[in-house]
């Protein structure tokens, strides 16, 4: 909770409005007060700035209680409204609570004033972080399920021994299995694995049960046809005993190095080949010059015979 608490109060007695403020002061809580006793200055209040709490007199000549409460919920706002007032029956203070007012206090009983405000200030921040909690969960399970309907990754849960409990189409596709093996509790990790890949497998197995993550790391998986697929793959623990993994299929990849791996020998072939005909042709000029050079008639020379 936040110091001091900013505190409309809707009152049309200032001596009450004093009042109401030195009992604040005197339990010692720090607290703003603007005091309003019209609509339009709650409304312009309550555009102005946030306030942590109402206080309203429920009986008022000209602007009462129940016009106060509903301006707020016409805002929609979750603000804390409590009614203090000197006239208020039991029955009238039930029904304003129905009509969304937490509490209700006596002006003779001003004691209960700032216990009531400080519980219901602390709800309603309460009631915020759930709502930005269940917020952010709507949003982060969206953005999953997102992912998980793309087709771009195969995701599967399962539990730490290895049982495949759930995974999305992507996955199933990938290993070629029908779901209804899925279904029923028939793809485990370790089946999946490669014999010279399960070391890898208990390697991951150890890091969950250590850190509660598997870096990804580079494998194959067997499909049901006996084929293989590679993939990379990454585990982060959730609830204990289950774990999610993410799984990339790697096949394009190794298709497009193996194309470049095969374009650089056939480059390096053609270099090869290329130098060969430069030395092969190099010799053939060589040879020629040497011939023209033997068959060349020699110049007569002054003063020999």
């Given at each position: 909770m936040s110091f001091p608490l900013r505190v409309l109060m809707v009152?049309?007695?200032?001596?009450?409005?004093?009042?109401?403020?030195?009992?604040?002061?005197?339990?010692?809580l720090p607290a703003d007060f603007e005091r309003v006793d019209t609509a339009a200055a709650m409304r312009a209040a309550l555009e102005?700035?946030?306030?942590?709490?109402?206080?309203?007199?429920?009986?008022?000549p000209k602007f009462t209680g129940p016009d106060a409460l509903a301006i707020l919920k016409e805002k929609g706002l979750d603000v804390p409204f409590i009614?203090?007032?000197?006239?208020?029956?039991?029955e009238t203070a039930v029904e304003a609570m129905r009509a969304g007012?937490?509490?209700?206090?006596?002006?003779?009983?001003?004691?209960?004033?700032?216990?009531?405000?400080?519980?219901?200030?602390?709800?309603?921040?309460?009631?915020?972080?759930?709502?930005?909690?269940?917020?952010?969960?709507?949003?982060s399970e969206a953005r999953f399920r997102r992912l998980t309907e793309s087709g771009i990754?195969?995701?599967?849960?399962?539990?730490?021994?290895?049982?495949?409990?759930?995974?999305?189409?992507?996955?199933?596709?990938?290993?070629?299995?029908?779901?209804?093996?899925?279904?029923?509790?028939?793809?485990?990790?370790?089946?999946?694995?490669?014999?010279?890949?399960?070391?890898?497998h208990a390697r991951a197995v150890e890091q969950l049960h250590a850190s509660g993550i598997a870096p990804p790391w580079e494998t194959e998986v067997l499909r049901r046809d006996g084929t293989r697929v590679p993939i990379v793959v990454g585990v982060a623990l959730l609830d204990y005993p289950k774990c999610i993994a993410f799984v990339a299929d790697l096949t394009q990849r190794r298709q497009a190095e193996a194309g470049r791996t095969r374009?650089?020998?056939?480059?390096?072939?053609?270099?090869d080949q290329l130098r060969q005909i430069q030395k092969m042709e190099a010799g053939k000029i060589g040879l020629l010059l040497t011939d023209v050079v033997m068959n060349e008639p020699v110049p007569a020379v002054r003063g020999m015979p």
């Open positions: 009152e049309d007695s200032t001596t009450d409005a004093r009042l109401i403020a030195q009992e604040f002061q005197r339990k010692g102005r700035t946030t306030w942590d709490a109402v206080i309203a007199d429920w009986s008022m009614i203090v007032s000197g006239t208020i029956g039991e007012a937490q509490d209700y206090v006596l002006k003779e009983r001003l004691s209960r004033l700032t216990p009531a405000v400080e519980r219901e200030v602390r709800e309603c921040k309460d009631r915020r972080a759930r709502r930005q909690a269940e917020s952010a969960l709507r949003e990754i195969g995701i599967t849960i399962a539990d730490v021994n290895g049982s495949i409990l759930d995974a999305n189409d992507t996955f199933v596709k990938m290993v070629g299995y029908p779901r209804e093996d899925l279904l029923g509790g028939r793809m485990r990790w370790v089946d999946l694995t490669p014999p010279e890949f399960a070391h890898l374009a650089e020998a056939a480059l390096r072939q053609s270099e």
